[in-house]
């Protein structure tokens, strides 16, 4: 045998030897960077995949649980169609988020425009009764036999007085501005062949 072949051959085993050895290194820290993303994710708190404990969610400390409110719902129709809350009353605590809703059928072959406007019982709760979301705050244009449910999304004031253990919210469905054309109008000068 050549001693230059040996030589090669040692240097190829010894080459080969550093490579299995790179090798697994490389794979013992592939295998170890998990855990250690975990660590340092959790120390900075940076991303929430990772973490292993269920996190409550926020409560609303404004709720007052020791206080039970009965709202009830009405609907009243001025028009056209058929008005009606899908469910007759709710059980909320002052503070609480609450939605309701409401269910209006246009029965006319025809689309009209209408708005509601609320009412509340007694009336002395008014400035206690907050909206977060009505249908009653804009116009609702109903098409031709639609039929919608629209949300009323509220809370009532902590500040309520104590006494007061119901409240009745009222709606009045009505028309306004006739019947909307279903096309408009040429404009003025326009020659309509």
Request: hydrophobic share 40%; charged share 20%.
């Amino acid at each position: 045998m050549n001693p230059m072949s040996s030589r090669i051959r040692r240097l190829n085993r010894s080459t080969l030897g550093k490579l299995v050895v790179v090798a697994v290194m490389m794979f013992g820290f592939g295998y170890a960077l998990v855990p250690m993303y975990r660590q340092i994710c959790e120390v900075l708190g940076i991303n929430v995949l990772t973490q292993s404990e269920f996190v409550e969610a926020p409560t609303n400390t404004q709720v007052d649980k020791t206080r039970t409110i009965v709202v009830e719902l009405d609907g009243n129709a001025q028009g056209p169609w058929r008005f009606r809350p899908t469910t007759r009353s709710i059980e909320v605590h002052p503070g609480e988020l609450a939605t309701v809703t409401y269910e209006v059928v246009n029965t006319q072959g025809r689309a009209v425009k209408a708005q509601a406007i609320p009412s509340y019982a007694p009336q002395s709760v008014t400035p206690h009764f907050k909206k977060v979301e009505c249908f009653c705050f804009q116009e609702q244009t109903l098409q031709a036999n639609e039929a919608r449910q629209m949300p009323v999304v509220f809370f009532i004031d902590p500040a309520l007085p104590r006494e007061v253990k119901n409240i009745t919210l009222s709606y009045t469905f009505f028309e306004i501005g006739g019947a909307i054309k279903a096309a408009a109008a040429p404009a003025t000068g326009a020659v309509v062949k």
